[in-house]
């Protein structure tokens, strides 16, 4: 958001977790925007939005309660696809906070099961699913290294159209995800976020049943460089 408000000249103001990487903070400031920090377990960011909205005349711009925002995240699908020379993979293991990118993915490979896999206790897509109706985050969620992943609730948007598309959910653990970081940075050098960890986190261990076509999605690298270092160093 602040690298596409820099480039078309106008104001952007970030509503961030207070706990946000450094390198999410640093980077979104050198880019010229506003930050607004906010308690994710006390305060809401949608309310806060709208008031800032409603004092500046600004437009909100959700993460992922919006159409445009998971046809936006969708087009990473007609990415895979266009990869794949137009056969659709099956499955496609994606990450999953809010469900923007994963209910995006889902419309773009109509023809693919999508997967999708949660930080363990912050699973509120995967348990909405499995119940019928959204659910939130339970009270008393653990502490993750998957920042990004850390929605409180979904929307019916995401929900509706997973649900639609019969989506399947699993959930992974942060030793998991410290696993997968270090396996893409010691096989592939790549850095992976946490939370752009955790599809393969699932495949590595056993969570999703790796298969022929199955394609796995790292969604972000965003991750705090002595984080980083310090769990590929782990096991080193």
């Known amino acids: 958001m602040a690298i596409a408000a820099k480039r ?9 977790p207070a706990d946000a990487p450094a390198v999410k903070v640093d980077g979104t400031r050198a880019e010229g925007a506003e930050i607004v920090f906010y308690d994710r377990l006390t305060e809401n960011r949608e309310e806060i939005a709208a ?9 909100v711009v959700p993460s992922f309660d919006d159409p445009a925002i998971v046809a936006g995240q969708g087009t990473a699908g007609l990415e895979i696809l266009e990869q794949l020379g137009g056969s659709p993979p099956s499955p496609i293991v994606v990450p999953c906070g809010g469900g923007g990118l994963a209910s995006g993915i889902a419309l773009a490979c109509s023809e ?3 997967v999708i896999v949660e930080p363990r206790g912050w699973d509120d897509m995967g348990r909405s699913l499995e119940i019928g109706h959204i659910v939130p985050v339970e009270p008393g969620a653990p502490a993750t290294y998957c920042d990004a ?9 995401t ?19 410290a696993e997968a970081i270090r396996f893409a940075w010691r096989q592939h050098e790549l850095v ?3 939370g752009g960890a955790v599809a393969l986190a699932a495949a590595l261990t056993g969570k999703v049943e790796p298969s022929e076509g199955m394609v796995i999605v790292l969604s972000g690298g965003n991750v705090d460089p002595a984080l980083h270092a310090r769990i590929v160093g782990e096991a080193a």
């Open 51 to 59: 008031r800032i909205a409603e004092d500046t005349g600004a437009t």
């Open 8 to 16: 078309l000249g106008m104001p952007a103001i970030i509503v961030m």
């Open 159 to 177: 929900f509706g159209t997973l649900e639609d598309r019969r989506a399947h959910a699993t959930s992974v653990s942060d030793e998991d995800v």
């Open 192 to 194: 992976v976020e946490p």
């Open 112 to 114: 693919s099961e999508i």
């Open 149 to 157: 992943l850390q929605t409180l609730v979904v929307s019916p948007i």
